[in-house]
C-alpha cells in the first residue's frame, strides 16, 4: 500500500487528475495510453515514480506504458465503491485481467496490423507482410492512396468498346488487390452501397480454391479484418453486410465482425444446406455454410422495414375452381386448441362444426365479416368441404408478400448446382465449388431493390454479378486473379448476349442485355515481371535489376547486390530465379498512386490520366 499511496500523492498534484480530493482514474489511464506530457512530467518528477515507470537507454527515461496501464488497472489502486468491498474474478494473463469491459474482445497477433494479403500464386510463396499502425503510418498512408486505373473496357451486347465517360450508374469489373482497390473507391462510392457479399477464403489449409486458401489463423483474422473495416464504410445506413464461411473460421469471424460492426448490428446466422453429398470418410459428413449477415445501423434498419420477407413462390398458386380472380392458395386459420387468427365464430355449412375464437377476442360481433367472405367465396373446407376453415390468399395479393424467412435454408440449390451451371456455360469444370445463382437470388432479394447496388469483393467465378445483373441491380466486382478474364467475365458476357439460360434466367424472365466496364490498378510490378518472363539469360535479369526503372519497386530487406552475385554464381537455375523475384517486389510500390498521374517516369496513357480523374472526381 506504500507504493500506491505515494503515486497517488504524486498524481494528485495536477488539477486534470485530481479535483476536490478526487483522483479521476479514467483521465490518468488515458493519459498514460497518450503518452500525456503533463503526465510523464510529474512521474518524472519524482525519484519513486521514475524509477518505477520508466527505463534508462542509452541516458533516456523511456516510459513503461504496460506496467503502468496494469498499475493502474489494480483494484487496489483508486479504489471505487464496487472495488472496495468486492474482489474481481475473472479470466487473467500474467496476473492482469483479460478485459475491464463486459463484451468479449477477439485478440490475435497482428491486430493493429495492415495485411496486404496478395492473393496470387506468387503471393503465396513468400511471407505475408504485415504494417504496423504505429510503426509504419506513412507507409500504410500510401498504400491505401487512391491508385491510377488502367486498361479501360466498355462490355455489352454490341462487344467491346472505348470508355469515354464513366458514372455511377455503370456496373464495374475491377482486378487488382481488394484491399487496395477498397481503398481507391472509397471516394467515390462512400454510403452507397446497399449490399456486401463476401465469399472469402475459408482458411481450410488445402487448395481448393483457385486463389490462396492457406492463411494461419492469426494472419487471416488480421486479412479479414483490414478489409471488413474498409468495406462497412461503403454501406448505406440501412445496409447489409453478408458473409459466407465454413465452421473453420465462422465462429471467429462473427466475435471480429461483433467488434467492427457492434455486436448490437448482428442480424443472424443462416445455416445455408450447401451440398447433398455425404464424405463417408468423415466423422460427421459436413452439409453446411454459415451467412453471417451484419447491417450497418439496426435503428435505421428497423425504421426501413419489419422483417425480411421472402418473394412468394407463383408455382404454390393453382385454380382448382376456376376462380376469375386467378391462382390462389388456400392459408389455415391458426391451429391449435384456440385459433388467435381467428376473431369470430365459424360453422362449417356442410358439417355444422363450429370453431371458436381465442377466448380474449373480444370481436364475436364479427361474424358478419366471415359471412361477407364465405359470401364472396373467400373461405373453403379443404378439398371434400369437411376439413376446418381455410381463406383464399390469391396471387395478385401475395407476390410482394411473401413468408418470412428463416435462419435454415434448405430448399437452396447447393455448390454441386453451381458447378453445372458453369459447366453447361463452359462446357467443361472451370471453378471448384461456385455458389449457385438461387442462393444470391434470395441474398439480393432479401437485402435490395432493383436500382440498388451490390458490391462483392472477392468475385470469384462472379455469381454474384451475374445474378446482381439479372435482378437489375447495380454492382461492383473485384478480383486479383487472372482467371478472372477466364471466367466471370466471360460468364458475364453469355449473360448479356442471352447464352446464360440457366441459374435465375426462368424465375427472373432473363433474356439478354445491360453493360458494365471492367478497369485495373495500374501496376509496375507486372511490368517488372514480365520484363524478367522475357529475358533469355541470367545476366540479361539483372541487368534489369540494375536498371533505375524498377528500382524503387525492389523491397527495401532485400541485398539487392548480395542477390545480383548470388545469381551470377550459378546458385540458382534460370527459371528458379524468375520464379523466385516475385517475392523481392515490395507491394507498397507496385500500384501507381493517382498523385503521380502525370510523373512522366510512369508513362501513364492520356486515356489513363482521363479516364482516372473523371471516376475520382465525378
Excluded at 522475357?534 to 526503372?549: D, F, P, W, Y
Aim: proline share 3%; net charge neutral; charged share 30%.
Amino acid at each position: 500500500m506504500k507504493i500506491y499511496n505515494h503515486i497517488k500523492t504524486v498524481l494528485e498534484q495536477n488539477d486534470k487528475f485530481c479535483k476536490d480530493g478526487k483522483l479521476f482514474k479514467n483521465v490518468v489511464v488515458e493519459a498514460g495510453l497518450k503518452l500525456d506530457p503533463e503526465l510523464l512530467s510529474i512521474l518524472l518528477s519524482d525519484e519513486t515514480t521514475k524509477n518505477y515507470f520508466f527505463t534508462a537507454v542509452n541516458g533516456i527515461a523511456v516510459f513503461d506504458k504496460i506496467k503502468f496501464q496494469k498499475f493502474v488497472s489494480n483494484k487496489q489502486f483508486l479504489p471505487d465503491s464496487y472495488t472496495a468491498f468486492k474482489n474481481k474474478i475473472g479470466l487473467t494473463a500474467n496476473g492482469a485481467y483479460l478485459t475491464d469491459a463486459k463484451e468479449v474482445i477477439l485478440d490475435f497477433p497482428y491486430k493493429d496490423c495492415v495485411l496486404e494479403g496478395g492473393q496470387t500464386k506468387e503471393d503465396q510463396k513468400r511471407q505475408e507482410i504485415f504494417w504496423n499502425e504505429t510503426l509504419a503510418p506513412d507507409e500504410i498512408d500510401r498504400l491505401f492512396e487512391p491508385k491510377v486505373l488502367t486498361n479501360w473496357k466498355r462490355y455489352d451486347k454490341d462487344g467491346e468498346h472505348k470508355v469515354q465517360n464513366i458514372s455511377l450508374d455503370d456496373n464495374l469489373i475491377i482486378k487488382g488487390n481488394n484491399l487496395i482497390a477498397l481503398h481507391s473507391l472509397k471516394k467515390v462510392y462512400q454510403g452507397k452501397i446497399k449490399l456486401v457479399f463476401i465469399d472469402p477464403p475459408y482458411n481450410t489449409e488445402n487448395d481448393s480454391f483457385r486463389y490462396n486458401d492457406n492463411f494461419n489463423h492469426s494472419s487471416w483474422l488480421t486479412f479479414m479484418k483490414n478489409r471488413l473495416e474498409i468495406a462497412k464504410e461503403f454501406l448505406t445506413e440501412d445496409g447489409l453486410f453478408w458473409v459466407s464461411l465454413s465452421d473453420k473460421e465462422a465462429h471467429y469471424c462473427k466475435v471480429l465482425m461483433d467488434e467492427v460492426f457492434g455486436v448490437e448490428n448482428f442480424v443472424a446466422d443462416i445455416i445455408w444446406n450447401s451440398t447433398k453429398s455425404v464424405t463417408n470418410t468423415a466423422l460427421i459428413s459436413d452439409a453446411h455454410t454459415h451467412l453471417l449477415l451484419y447491417c450497418k445501423n439496426i435503428n435505421v434498419l428497423k425504421s426501413k422495414r419489419t422483417d425480411f420477407r421472402l418473394t412468394a413462390d407463383e408455382s404454390k398458386f393453382s385454380n382448382p375452381d376456376n376462380d376469375p380472380r386467378g391462382n390462389w392458395v388456400a392459408d389455415p386459420f391458426q391451429v391449435g386448441g384456440e385459433r388467435p387468427n381467428q376473431l369470430y365464430e365459424i360453422t362449417n355449412p356442410n358439417t355444422g362444426v363450429v370453431y371458436r375464437p381465442n377466448k380474449g377476442s373480444s370481436w364475436k360481433n364479427e361474424k358478419k365479416v366471415f359471412d361477407e367472405l364465405l359470401a364472396d367465396n373467400r373461405i373453403i373446407f379443404g378439398t371434400t368441404g369437411e376439413a376446418g376453415p381455410q381463406r383464399k390468399r390469391f396471387w395478385y395479393e401475395a407476390k410482394d408478400r411473401g413468408q418470412v424467412t428463416t435462419t435454415l435454408w434448405k430448399d437452396l440449390p447447393t455448390t454441386t448446382n453451381g458447378t453445372q451451371h458453369l459447366k453447361k456455360l463452359f462446357r467443361e469444370k472451370v471453378f471448384d465449388n461456385p455458389k449457385p445463382e438461387g442462393l444470391m437470388e434470395r441474398i439480393i432479394q432479401l437485402s435490395t431493390d432493383e436500382g440498388d447496388t451490390v458490391l462483392d469483393y472477392h468475385l470469384g467465378s462472379g455469381t454474384t454479378i451475374t445474378a446482381a445483373h439479372k435482378m437489375k441491380r447495380k454492382y461492383i466486382g473485384i478480383e486479383q486473379m487472372d482467371y478472372i478474364n477466364e471466367v466471370p467475365i466471360p460468364r458475364l458476357l453469355k449473360v448479356i448476349n442471352g447464352e446464360d439460360k440457366w441459374g435465375i434466367s426462368q424465375n427472373q424472365n432473363w433474356k439478354k442485355g445491360g453493360s458494365f466496364v471492367y478497369f485495373e490498378l495500374k501496376s509496375r510490378a507486372s511490368n517488372f515481371l514480365q520484363k524478367v518472363k522475357n529475358c533469355r539469360s541470367i545476366a540479361e535479369i539483372n541487368q534489369v535489376l540494375k536498371s533505375n526503372e524498377f528500382s524503387d519497386l525492389i523491397n527495401y530487406k532485400t541485398d539487392i547486390n548480395s542477390l545480383l552475385k548470388y545469381a551470377e554464381e550459378g546458385e540458382l537455375s534460370l527459371e528458379d530465379y524468375k520464379e523466385n523475384l516475385s517475392v523481392i517486389i515490395d507491394s507498397n510500390s507496385a500500384y501507381i498512386p493517382a498523385s503521380e498521374l502525370y510523373n512522366g517516369d510512369y508513362n501513364i496513357s492520356e486515356t489513363d490520366k482521363n479516364l482516372t480523374l473523371k471516376f475520382y472526381n465525378g
